[in-house]
């Protein structure tokens, strides 16, 4: 699993805004998946950000594990249907609740509820 940043305006220097969701590498059902609490594989930006780095994790894989029984130049790229965040702020929560869930092809539910236990919880701690 790796969490993944995008600025969202990465050419203002004053706007350091970003969004953050998480790429799985799902080697038991043999595909990389997309988890992201705002957009779909119709957002250009998404997919732009997602496929390089994957490209760049498949050639680094074949680089250092060429001689391994598991290859994954071949794995397609899932976007997950996930639940969508109601507000433009909550995108962390949904990525730590994706890092901490995720069970292969089952995406955690996340709800408003949810991130309201997380904020008590990350306060507390």
């Not at 598991?70 to 997950?80: L, R």
Request: proline share 4%.
């Amino acid at each position: 699993m790796f969490p993944m940043f995008q600025e969202l305006s990465p050419h203002d220097p004053h706007d350091k805004c970003g969004h953050h969701y998480v790429i799985c590498l799902d080697l038991k059902n043999q595909h990389v998946e997309v988890l992201d609490s705002i957009r779909s594989e119709d957002d250009a930006d998404l997919t732009m950000h997602a496929e390089f780095f994957i490209k760049n994790l498949k050639e680094t894989w074949h680089h250092h594990y060429e001689h391994s029984k598991v290859q994954i130049s071949h794995f397609p790229t899932e976007y997950a249907a996930t639940t969508k965040q109601g507000n433009t702020t909550d995108y962390g929560f949904h990525a730590l609740e994706y890092l901490a869930k995720w069970e292969g092809r089952i995406v955690p539910a996340i709800t408003a509820a949810t991130v309201v236990e997380l904020r008590k919880v990350h306060t507390w701690n």
